[in-house]
């Protein structure tokens, strides 16, 4: 990897997205470390940089458009295009209000407020952040964006009676969201393959992260591993694709 590859990661204060910019930051490239509180994004890249990551904060908040502009001028000042765009920033919406709340995405009974807001951070900043980059990415030589989707999101495991997934808490909210970042991966595929923007969606696996109270049982290391996959994928690789560590996932 050389020294100008420059890498944005939403959401990298911590968790996935942290372990992503860590270990992109590791393999050479300059990550621009995304997070919506200025004070907790520069704590997130001084602890990088003193593993010898060459990494700044920006702060963005995926779902306010004056931090996403300003994000993509300070990117272009700075380095004149965007090589990688990991859009990992995500909320499950539930446990807004008490964390022990696990029941409040039953579909008959959820709250609208909280599917609006689930919706707007995963779906809608999901397409915000990614038109502001995009016209920098269109300078890279090897652009690739990496969605930051769940196993949750594929309707084949969900709606299989039988499987574990049927098991899990209900999430009106949450799922949905990434099932639309699934359809949204695709049609940003079909849209960019002809420029050579490789356009994938990651299923990083049940995280130990704050999202879930740290009852994940892989390490944020260990899930941001097939986000790194697809941000350094070669000319030849895949796009309009669903990836976990294991390999594809089904839809
Ligand atoms: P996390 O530790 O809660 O991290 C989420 C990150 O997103 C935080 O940096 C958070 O910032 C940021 N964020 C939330 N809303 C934002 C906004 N409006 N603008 C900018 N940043 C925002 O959770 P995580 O588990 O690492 O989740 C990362 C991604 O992986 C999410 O998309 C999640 O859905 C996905 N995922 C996680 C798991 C899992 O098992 N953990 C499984 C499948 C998929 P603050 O610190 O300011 O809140």
Redesign the pocket.
């Known amino acids: 990897m050389n020294e100008h590859i420059t890498a944005l990661v ?10 992503a910019a860590e270990q992109l930051a590791a393999l050479g490239m300059t990550v621009l470390i ?4 200025p004070r ?1 994004g520069e704590e997130a890249a001084a602890a990088v940089r003193a593993a010898g990551g060459d990494v700044d904060a920006v702060t ?5 458009p004056v931090t996403i502009q300003a994000a993509a001028t300070r990117i272009e000042e700075r380095f004149g295009h965007l090589d990688v765009l990991v ?6 919406g539930s446990g807004q209000v008490s964390p022990q709340d696990a029941y409040d995405q039953v579909p008959s009974t959820v709250d609208l407020d909280m599917v609006r807001s689930v919706l ?3 779906v809608v ?1 999901v397409i915000a952040v990614t038109n502001a980059m995009l016209p920098l990415l269109r300078r890279s030589p090897a652009p690739r964006i990496v969605n ?5 999101a594929s309707l084949t495991l969900t709606s299989d009676p039988d499987g574990p997934f049927a098991a899990l808490l209900p999430s009106a909210a ?1 799922t949905p969201s ?1 099932a639309a970042l699934s359809a949204l991966t695709v049609q940003y595929a079909n849209e960019l393959r002809k420029d050579g923007i490789l356009v994938n969606a990651a ?10 109270n740290h009852s ?1 049982f ?1 390490t ?1 290391a260990q ?1 941001a591993a097939v986000l790194v996959r697809l941000a350094t994928l070669g000319a030849d690789g895949p796009t309009g694709g669903f990836f976990s560590a294991e390999g594809p996932v089904p839809w």
Do not use: C, M, Q
């Open positions: 939403t959401g990298a204060n911590k968790g996935i997205g942290h372990a995304g997070a919506r509180d907790r963005l908040d995926v779902t306010d859009n990992n920033a995500g909320i499950t707007e951070t995963n900043g930051v989707s769940s196993h949750a949450y990434k299923a990083p696996g049940f995280v130990a992260t704050d999202s879930n994940g892989l944020p899930g």
